[in-house]
């Protein structure tokens, strides 16, 4: 699928088309359509965040044109190059399958000698090769060294391996270097973090190696490298285009292949006579080194990479978000029908909407975003300690439910308590009962209103007749006994009582013969 929105945030970055098209893994001539529509339709970037890609897309292309039937279908060169490499493949068996998939799509097709030729001519393209000028400010190449240092561990004595981050700005080949213990993703966005900050700036491409923290690689097409989400996420944050090398192809990365090579000699090399016991000690040692190897004079031209740098690319790099990104993890996740969200054993509500619907969940340390189509929908503060906190957005509760908000407890027990004592202990009971009192709420609400249909004396009368069975009586226990009337039943230590008095009042009048009766 065509990546409108992200075509539309490069061109506001005043990326040339080519540039786009590479970052998008799009046709130029698909680029230039879709900023064509979106000039038409006055799409600019930011967009509304309201505004889903599907909807995006119906923006931008109403109606989907049907392809000129005489328009030829041209062979997907990638394709056919990778294809030739392999045994028994030839031209020949090439060209029956494209006459196939043009049957398929019903369009015209090539002559095997017009299919040969193309074939050809892009084989001669990919012989060429040429200098590439590159512009100040334009691009950054990032990698891992290939040869780790090394740290001491100053318990054990094992020594263990520190991974090298090297960036290299491509036109003055300045370069930033960190040592990382693992080539994970948090070390990863850490050290694009820290060398943006060195740098001071941002340049308008970001060029990576196709590793695992830069392209998904559970996409198997070479033709559409994938970027990893976190990845994106943080590009978007720097303004910045993501242009991964292709595999097995140094040539895209020609700087930072070879300042991996002068920064393992003149870096890592210099400091293997020298012991270190923590990746502090080592990263200043880096440091040190970094420095006089970035003012060391060229040897062919005049400067240094420090100076091309200074004096060429730092006033042309875009400006620095206003604060460094932050790694974040994402989730996905089913709104539940209370309409939260579950997170670590917390729950963070979103609008009632989205009931049932599967959104992504974005984390950091200190918030929760929740996301529906790339559209946030809910944002919290996250939430740590006990497990099971709820936090709720009065605007994400259904109107029903809003009604319940201006209540508390204390409210209730306030209620309850100018009915009876009786209807008081069976409320704060029912407050009690649940691990988040406002679970209860709805039961108190009930059971309270039933003052109005059966009068407040009979509610008294049913809670009082309920905690002669139970410490913990429910709304459904008070609601059965008034609709059975059981309510008006006196309770039965009550009838005791009234038994053994009037069997007292019948001994007390009853004939009573004295032991001369008995005599005779």
Not at 263 to 291: D, H, P, V, Y
Not at 337 to 349: Q, R
Not at 462 to 470: D, E, N, V
Request: with cysteine; glycine share 4%.
């Amino acid at each position: 699928m065509t990546k409108y929105r992200e075509i539309i945030r490069l061109a506001g970055l005043n990326l040339s088309q080519t540039n786009i098209a590479l970052s998008c893994n799009a046709s130029k001539t698909t680029v230039n359509k879709v900023l064509k529509a979106a000039r038409e339709q006055h799409l600019v970037w930011p967009l509304d965040p309201k505004l889903s890609d599907l909807v995006l897309g119906k923006l931008l292309f109403p109606e989907v044109k049907a392809k000129s039937a005489t328009s030829k279908r041209m062979p997907d060169f990638e394709h056919v190059h990778k294809e030739l490499l392999r045994n028994g493949v030839n031209k020949k068996l090439l060209w029956t399958e494209y006459l196939e998939a043009c049957r398929l799509s019903k369009e015209e097709s090539l002559m095997y000698s017009q299919f040969c030729y193309y074939i050809q001519q892009d084989e001669q393209k990919r012989r060429a090769t040429m200098h590439i000028n590159r512009k100040p400010a334009e691009q950054v190449e990032v990698d891992w060294a290939g040869d780790p240092a090394h740290i001491i561990d100053p318990d054990t004595g094992e020594i263990l391996d520190a991974q090298i981050f090297v960036g290299v700005m491509t036109y003055s080949q300045y370069p930033y270097v960190e040592a990382f213990m693992d080539q994970k993703q948090a070390s990863w966005i850490a050290a694009h973090v820290h060398m943006y900050e060195y740098f001071g700036g941002v340049a308008k491409i970001l060029v990576p190696d196709n590793c695992r923290t830069a392209v998904d690689h559970n996409n198997k097409s070479w033709n559409d490298p994938r970027i990893n989400a976190v990845y994106q996420e943080m590009a978007e944050h720097y303004g910045t285009a993501i242009i991964p090398a292709r595999v097995r192809s140094p040539k895209d990365k020609p700087n930072a292949e070879g300042s991996v090579g002068n920064i393992s000699t003149w870096i890592t090399a210099a400091l293997r006579n020298e012991q270190f016991f923590s990746l502090g000690e080592l990263n200043q040692a880096i440091r040190k080194k970094l420095e006089d190897f970035s003012h060391r004079p060229f040897q062919k031209k005049d400067g240094s990479r420090y100076e091309i740098f200074r004096d060429e690319e730092l006033p042309l790099l875009a400006p620095l978000p206003a604060t460094p990104y932050e790694q974040a993890e994402w989730r996905q996740a089913t709104v539940q029908f209370n309409y939260h969200i579950s997170f670590a054993g917390m729950l963070y509500s979103v609008p009632h909407e989205y009931i049932k619907r599967k959104v992504d969940v974005r984390v950091t340390d200190k918030t929760v975003e929740v996301f529906y189509n790339h559209n946030r929908i809910a944002s919290h503060r996250r939430l740590y300690g006990r497990k099971g906190q709820y936090s709720t957005i009065t605007e994400h509760m259904p109107p029903s439910h809003q009604q319940y908000l201006e209540w508390n407890g204390d409210r209730f027990r306030q209620w309850a308590k100018r009915i009876g004592s009786s209807t008081y202990q069976t409320v704060d009971a029912i407050l009690t009962s649940k691990l988040v009192e406002q679970q209860s709420y709805r039961s108190c609400m009930g059971l309270l209103k039933l003052a109005d249909k059966y009068s407040v004396d009979r509610l008294e009368a049913a809670c009082c007749k309920a905690l002669t069975f139970t410490a913990t009586p429910s709304y459904k226990s008070i609601k059965n006994i008034l609709d059975t009337g059981s309510d008006r039943t006196a309770p039965a230590d009550k009838a005791v009582v009234t038994d053994s008095h009037t069997s007292s009042e019948k001994n007390r009048h009853a004939l009573t013969r004295g032991a001369d009766y008995y005599r005779r």
